[in-house]
């Protein structure tokens, strides 16, 4: 089951954020601002936010393998489509179709560990789970860079779509079938809607949900803007180059399934807070203007980022007493928001105040993430 959620997660990150590491040639190709071009990783994000909802109903009614297979088949054909795009309000709109077929995997894919794993492992499975996601994620990035440098962003783009389709048979092949699943049987329990407001009526799932949305939105930032800094003066570095520095997202692969492993001696929250300056100390040292220091900077910040990920996301249907879906996608939803919010909007302090001023957005988002935890989990039970 791991080893086909692995191919899933990277069939969907891949080409998910994909698109991060060509957004200089994507803003010369169209003549746009950096701000403009990220909308193309934001278009994406709105539409997988918007979707995990609807998949996680469908997971429901459908069982949670099927309704993966549905979603991860869509999106490879769609981002395969993508590279046709002649302009690029078509190029958005594909993307937002993208994102939303993409939404089916993280929707269901928490839940479907849960059901199937025993208790016990569910926060390691978790952190295995998300340890998978960064790998897709750092393949899309170092795919698509090099690629765009020796032909153009299309061609980037065209080679993840492909990769991503051969992840998706692996995961289709290998994924078995459900075993702790029972459909939900019209009008037998609560309605979508029921379940969806008792889990936005409860403080600490709520805290759980503004984890996601605060400490992603800064994540997409500092990476979605890493390229027009890496390609500019002092660096001066080649597409090619500046997309190794993706690297660091094997920080995140290593400290995702850690976290998971602390949380058994140590407790979901004191992990999670662990994180928060983590996620400071390495924006800080980003600051530099040496190389091998930015590099470092990233690397802990990606760690430290995808530790209180991997807690907050495995946490999430294990608080939640009814729609235990729903939960999990409302996660997903806040996350994703967050994503397209913030990661935009980073993109203003960047052109107004440099990397310093996106530094120190990033981190007032992880410093609010960090309170909001503090005041809904004080006096809980830290485990």
């Known amino acids: 089951m791991l080893l086909a959620l692995l191919f899933g997660g990277l069939a969907t990150f891949a080409q998910l954020y994909s698109v991060q590491a060509v957004l200089p040639g994507i803003a010369r190709e169209f003549g746009i601002s950096a701000a403009d071009a990220a909308l193309s990783v934001s278009a994406a994000t ?14 429901d009614r459908c069982g949670r393998k099927r309704a993966m297979t549905w979603a991860i088949t869509a999106a490879v054909v769609l981002g395969l489509l993508l590279p ?26 928490l839940v479907y560990l849960n059901e199937e794993v025993q208790r016990l492992h569910a926060a390691v499975a978790a952190g295995t789970y998300v340890a998978g996601t960064t790998i897709g994620g750092l393949t899309g990035r170092l ?26 048979l692996a995961f289709v092949r290998l994924a078995p079938a459900p075993r702790g699943f029972r459909p939900l049987v019209r009008g037998e329990g609560p309605g979508l809607p029921a379940r ?10 709520l805290a759980l949900y503004a984890q996601g949305f605060l400490l992603m939105g800064g994540f997409v930032a500092v990476y979605n803007y890493l390229g027009f800094r890496l390609e500019a003066p002092p660096f ?42 983590v996620i400071l100390g390495g924006l800080a040292i980003t600051l530099s203007d040496w190389l091998p220091v930015v590099l470092l900077g990233l690397l802990v910040f990606t760690a430290g980022f995808f530790a209180a990920h991997s807690v907050a996301s495995g946490w999430t249907p294990r608080l939640a007493e009814v729609g235990r879906s729903q939960a ?56």
Do not use: C, H
């Open 196 to 205: 969806i407001l008792a889990n936005l009526r409860s403080p600490r799932l």
């Open 84 to 109: 046709l795009a002649p302009g690029f309000p078509a190029m958005l709109g594909l993307r937002f179709l993208e994102g939303a077929a993409l939404g089916g995997i993280p929707a269901v894919a």
């Open 143 to 168: 795919v698509a860079g090099p690629l765009a440098e020796l032909w153009d962003w299309r061609a980037g783009v065209l080679a993840v779509s492909i990769l991503a389709a051969l992840a998706a």
């Open 46 to 59: 709105i539409g997988l936010a918007l979707a995990v909802i609807p998949w996680s109903a469908i997971a």
């Open 236 to 277: 001066n570095l080649p597409p090619s180059l500046a997309s190794l520095l993706f690297l660091a997202y094997l920080a995140g692969t290593v400290s995702s399934r850690l976290a998971g492993g602390l949380t058994v001696r140590f407790g979901r929250l004191r992990v999670l807070l662990a994180s928060i300056p």
């Open 328 to 383: 999990s996608s409302l996660y997903n939803l806040f996350y994703y928001a967050g994503s397209s919010l913030f990661g935009w909007a980073g993109g203003l302090f960047f052109v107004q105040f440099g990397w310093t001023g996106l530094a120190v957005f990033a981190g007032a988002l992880a410093v609010l993430a960090g309170t909001t935890a503090v005041l809904a989990f004080r006096g809980a039970d830290r485990g």
